[in-house]
């Protein structure tokens, strides 16, 4: 795959329409304080930029600068509407500050994940703010060695390691756990989870499991590969057709229990009459569905900025060790599906 | 805002430890030919590499090269999901190519789109796919001048022009008189529509006037600036409050036709009973509200793909004009909420 490009306009190109030496135009485009170059001079150059259509080829000025003003959004299923939310949360803190953000989708999968590690290193960004299925703190070391800088999005405490790493977490085990405890104090009998593969699945399943030990009441968990609505659909699926059909289910996130709403429905099962459903994320859908789903809210928007705030700060203070971790509200929000 | 960064590993260090001359770094990392390169020389240049965690800078080899091996998709409101499905459709061809896809959102604002322009021209990407809100044709002029690939997804038919701008459309006017004329068909006697403002929306608007006119029949429009949920609630908020209150509201896009539904809930209407809401996108959401919304689907999926697709056959074949311009599929999907 070969493309011929036509030649690009050069600082050579417009110094010479603007008969001025190259160092002024050089001097020009760093923002050199304007009592260096004459009123008259700089008035010239810039005339010439815009008649040559003269755009400053950033990769050329990032090699000296070493700065991109870019900030990467890394998710794993940008179609799940929370990531989104959390985008534009980062985005406008982002704005404030001048940077562009860049959205980079990874299914979550671990050869993507590596390569946005690569890819990063290559020097695209000057910060990134991501929610990572795989990758470990010590995976980040080239992109903290190379000056970028690193804020991830957790489901539970990390420990702070020497790496300039900084986290924010959403206690997902206590949030689990608060939706399993106000289950059972509903009066569901029989509380069935609904998980995928990876990511936050971990301690959500922990804080669920915990929660119905505590009780005396025995786990029963259903996992499907996808963590989307067709993976809650299966998944809901295989519980409806058991002897022992659950009446409640606790969903790991709110696609898969729209999913497991659908497969209700599918069963002529009434929602919360026959089985109720809880979900976790509180994405916009979870409004929207009849009925309305109770859930988990992260507040996905204000997580967006402040980790974009977070990020940010890093980049102004310098990338030392050692990270930072802070924890993150999140909320029961009681609808009429349980 | 100052951020020092330590010293990148350069070519020279590969070298040094591999006791090789520079130049056959460069040799090596240019993927030349095997045969010109010793065998036991190549191992040891690979290993100097990964023993010195060498990246090779993009930055550097895209001055040389002119490519990023990286694409763009630009869209205005990544909260809707119609876009994020659009984009997974991107990325499924983009994969099999090998390049890399970047997201940005412009909330469709003339200044976000014109800062896109300027951020690509920096050397960021080697095509892009988008929806534009403001842009025109010729504003691309610098980005095909400097070979980057440009695929638009537009709302109407575009005339090809000289430049090497292609496009994909759907026929929103000839989609929105076909929902018109179903709801007239239904028996609908007073319909209404709600639209944001920029866009898609004036083929939309034109296709529902053009549809009612045929008909001998009044249009009553209602605008609001949020093309959202939001948007869609308060302009349905607007032709509740009518004396002559219409029985059917198609609404521009599915997000506000979920808006306007909320709106007939608080306002104690019934859907499809007291007011029929019909919408357009076709979103996951859209299967999802009680009761299901009928709707334009534009297949997202498969236009992403098909639009990666036409952007990396323009790569390979070079950014010579004239455009193309290419109409896609779309349907209406009859649901309960009509």
């Known amino acids: ?51 040559l259509g003269y755009v400053p080829n950033r990769w050329a000025r990032a090699l000296k600068t070493n700065k991109t003003m870019t900030l990467a959004c890394v998710v794993p299923d940008i179609a799940n509407p929370f990531y989104p939310s959390l985008l534009r949360g980062m985005q406008s803190a982002a704005d404030h500050a001048g940077y562009d953000v860049i959205t980079i989708n990874t299914d979550g999968a671990a050869e993507r994940e590596q390569r946005f590690l690569n890819w990063s290193l290559e020097g695209r960004v000057d910060g990134v703010v ?63 989870m609904i998980a995928g593969l990876g990511g936050p699945q971990e301690g959500r399943l922990n804080g669920y499991e915990a929660a119905l030990l505590e009780a005396g009441r025995k786990p029963l968990i259903v996992a499907d590969e996808a963590f989307n609505e067709e993976g809650g659909f299966r998944a809901a699926q295989q519980l409806f057709a058991l002897s022992a059909r659950p009446d409640a289910i606790f969903a790991a996130n709110d696609m898969m229990a729209i999913g497991a709403m659908a497969a209700a429905r599918e069963a002529g099962l009434a929602v919360p009459g026959d089985v109720a459903i809880a979900g976790f994320d509180d994405i916009f859908a979870a409004r929207l569905v009849t009925p309305a789903l109770t859930t988990i809210s992260q507040f996905q928007h204000d997580l967006g900025t402040t980790a974009a705030g977070v990020l940010l700060d890093r980049l102004q203070r310098g990338n030392a060790g050692p990270g930072t971790s802070q924890a993150m509200p999140f909320r029961l929000i009681e609808r009429s599906s349980t």
Request: hydrophobic letters at 40%.
């Open 130 to 192: 991501g929610v990572f299925f795989t990758l470990r703190v010590a995976d980040f070391q080239p992109l903290t060695d190379a000056g970028i800088g690193v804020v991830r999005i957790e489901s539970s405490k990390k420990k702070v390691g020497p790496l300039p790493v900084d986290n924010l977490y959403i206690d997902n085990e206590a949030a689990a756990g608060e939706v399993t405890r106000y289950l059972i104090r509903r009066g569901y009998r029989r509380i069935a």
């Open 1 to 51: 795959m070969t493309v011929e490009r036509p030649r690009r306009v050069t600082q050579r190109d417009v110094a010479r329409l603007a008969s001025v030496s190259q160092t002024t135009v050089s001097l020009v485009l760093s923002g050199a304080p304007t009592s260096q170059i004459p009123a008259e001079t700089l008035e010239r150059v810039q005339a010439a930029m815009r008649e």
